[in-house]
Nanobody
């Protein structure tokens, strides 16, 4: 199983980035993909998640209205479009796969079976 995240980098506040995460295990069915992030010196935190089958989504309050999670079944890829970036969005971003289908648990890192390597996002003033 491979999760390959990409798209991070430096950006100025107010800018945008799009993260991508390619998932090799499967491309159909009901499963959940998520994005988490770990700011410097802090715990890993939930960002967004999507049900691959019905495209139901969930977001952390801190990113609602700025970030959008989506998926492309043809490319087996989940995306995180990040707009209006703020310095507090600076973190290593991780994608996760095969999360529980129970939506109330999507924000729990323990609910996911597979993790990709992180990609660094640095937002400067």
């Amino acid at each position: 199983v491979q999760l390959q995240a990409s798209g991070g980098g430096p950006v100025q506040a107010g800018g945008f980035l799009r993260l991508s995460c390619a998932y090799s295990r499967r491309s159909s069915g009901r499963f959940v993909m998520g994005w988490f992030r770990q700011p410097p010196g802090k715990e890993r935190e939930f960002v967004a998640a999507i049900n691959w089958g019905d495209r139901t989504t969930s977001y952390a309050d801190s990113v609602k209205g700025r970030f959008t999670i989506s998926r492309d079944t043809a490319k087996n890829t989940v995306y995180l479009q990040m707009n209006s970036l703020k310095p507090e969005d600076t973190a290593v971003y991780f994608c996760a796969a095969e999360g529980t289908l129970i939506r109330s648990s999507w924000s729990n890192p323990m609910a996911y079976d597979y993790w990709g390597q992180g990609t660094q996002v640095t937002v400067s003033q």
